[in-house]
């Protein structure tokens, strides 16, 4: 059966798309930093005893991640849904049934890690295009102009903090082997 997209899905991409929108951006750009220096921070950790309301909790979030994916129509969006869906079902899966991954149960935080991270550069290109092309209409040309100079320091202040955490997170974190 086919779904359609009604109004309220429409207008929910209009209002919240991260390619459109610099705030909606700068949160995506900013969840997968804190998710990426979780994920690093608990790189050595010994796994967690899983917990069946975590269980319940994981899956009332992919619910809503795979509704809200269908109501996003870029593809960068649907890029980071998925990888946000992955994470979680490859993350409750090694907790729940471990035997699954076998001998590569090792490789589940580094790879978590990686979807973390190429989340984040994702949300970094969506940051950069959102902060590049403002959704400005013709009769606010002044507004267009006064943005100019915003969107070069935008750009510039999330570039330099984000380089500036994962340096800190790298320099106080080191990996080991």
Same mark, same amino acid.
Not at 21 to 35: D, P
Not at 130 to 135: H, K, L
Not at 146 to 173: D, E, H, S
């Given at each position: 059966?086919?779904?359609?997209?009604?109004?309220?899905?429409?207008?929910?991409?209009?209002l919240?798309?991260?390619?459109?929108?610099?705030?909606?951006?700068?949160?995506?750009?900013?969840?997968?930093?804190?998710?990426?220096?979780?994920?690093?921070?608990?790189?050595?950790k010994?796994?967690?005893?899983?917990?069946?309301v975590?269980?319940?909790?994981?899956?009332?979030?992919v619910?809503?991640?795979?509704? !809200?994916? #269908?109501?996003?129509?870029? @593809?960068?969006?649907? *890029?980071?849904?998925? %990888? &946000?869906i992955?994470?979680?079902? =490859?993350?409750?899966?090694?907790?729940?049934v471990?035997?699954?991954?076998?001998?590569?149960? !090792?490789? #589940?935080?580094?790879?978590? @890690?990686?979807?973390? *991270?190429?989340?984040? %550069? &994702?949300?970094?290109?969506?940051? =950069?295009?959102?902060?590049r092309?403002?959704?400005?209409?013709?009769?606010?040309?002044?507004?267009?102009?006064?943005?100019?100079?915003?969107?070069?320091l935008?750009?510039?202040?999330?570039?330099t903090?984000?380089?500036?955490?994962?340096?800190a997170?790298?320099?106080?974190?080191?990996?080991?082997?």
């Amino acid at each position: 059966m086919r779904r359609k997209l009604s109004l309220s899905d429409q207008g929910l991409h209009a209002l919240y798309c991260p390619v459109k929108n610099a705030k909606s951006a700068l949160f995506l750009v900013a969840s997968f930093s804190v998710v990426a220096f979780v994920s690093w921070k608990g790189l050595h950790k010994p796994p967690e005893h899983p917990d069946f309301v975590v269980l319940l909790f994981a899956i009332l979030v992919v619910a809503m991640l795979a509704k !809200w994916s #269908v109501a996003f129509t870029c @593809l960068r969006e649907r *890029l980071v849904f998925g %990888l &946000v869906i992955v994470s979680f079902v =490859v993350g409750e899966v090694a907790a729940f049934v471990p035997s699954v991954f076998g001998n590569h149960a !090792w490789m #589940v935080k580094p790879g978590k @890690l990686a979807l973390s *991270l190429f989340g984040l %550069l &994702v949300s970094l290109t969506m940051l =950069v295009q959102s902060a590049r092309s403002p959704n400005v209409g013709p009769s606010n040309a002044e507004a267009l102009i006064a943005w100019q100079p915003k969107q070069n320091l935008l750009i510039l202040l999330v570039v330099t903090l984000t380089v500036l955490a994962l340096g800190a997170m790298l320099y106080f974190l080191p990996f080991r082997q």
